[in-house]
T-cell receptor, first 118, second 113 residues
Framework: GAVVSQHPSWVICKSGTSVKIECRSLDFQATTMFWYRQFPKQSLMLMATSNEGSKATYEQGVEKDKFLINHASLTLSTLTVTSAHPEDSSFYIC??????????????FGPGTRLTVL | GDSVTQMEGPVTLSEEAFLTINCTYTATGYPSLFWYVQYPGEGLQLLLKATKADDKGSNKGFEATYRKETTSFHLEKGSVQVSDSAVYFCALSDLGGGNKLTFGTGTQLKVEL
């Protein structure tokens, strides 16, 4: 099946620094990538949707200046958490949707990145 | 807005036991319904799906039937194995919502010998 990777798998940073997380579709072209955030024992919450070559669409309540998303190519999207603070500590998951026909295009998920801000 | 409610875990079963994980949903349109599974250290994987009422999704011995009258999509397996230990997420995708996925909170399943 289609494979999505994320890098790094975990990161620890100091408060005030910025952290970049990469999401790559390894064997298919992803027209759309999604970024989710997951808190312990809670559901995945969609943060934003990005389409290749265009600006990301953020969900209500997500600060676009804090969570910068770039989808520069059909196989790579990045999420940059700017000026990170302890409350940004979470598990960030990306997914990628391939270019397909039909009403439903399956999303393929990355393994997630654990961010801890000290 | 759309929402998914699934039973809280963790669920602990003995091998070969019958599994049911309840899932109900609220949606304004006619959603597609999914079960995803997350094994330790891995990303979510699509386990099965159903796109219209009365459809039954099945995969790896797991089944779920799209019940519009009860707005439910319960996951079942007749005989679980230790290798089924994972977190299971119920989700919906509403075309009217741009095909975004709305997830339940996940149910952790632990199967013991």
């Amino acid at each position: 099946g289609a494979v999505v990777s994320q890098h790094p798998s975990w990161v620890i940073c100091k408060s005030g620094t910025s952290v970049k997380i990469e999401c790559r579709s390894l064997d298919f072209q992803a027209t759309t990538m999604f970024w989710y955030r997951q808190f312990p024992k809670q559901s995945l919450m969609l943060m934003a949707t990005s389409n290749e070559g265009s600006k990301a669409t953020y969900e209500q309540g997500v600060e676009k200046d804090k969570f910068l998303i770039n989808h520069a190519s059909l196989t790579l999207s990045t999420l940059t958490v700017t000026s990170a603070h302890p409350e940004d500590s979470s598990f960030y998951i990306c997914s990628a949707r391939a270019r397909m026909a039909g009403d439903y295009n399956e999303q393929f998920f990355g393994p997630g990145t654990r961010l801890t801000v000290l | 807005g759309d929402s998914v409610t699934q039973m809280e875990g963790p669920v602990t079963l003995s091998e070969e036991a019958f599994l049911t994980i309840n899932c109900t949903y609220t949606a304004t349109g006619y959603p597609s319904l999914f079960w995803y599974v997350q094994y330790p250290g891995e990303g979510l994987q699509l386990l099965l799906k159903a796109t219209k009422a009365d459809d039954k999704g099945s995969n790896k011995g797991f089944e779920a039937t799209y019940r519009k009258e009860t707005t439910s999509f319960h996951l079942e397996k007749g005989s679980v194995q230790v290798s089924d230990s994972a977190v299971y997420f119920c989700a919906l995708s509403d075309l009217g919502g741009g095909n975004k996925l709305t997830f339940g909170t996940g149910t952790q399943l632990k199967v013991e010998l």
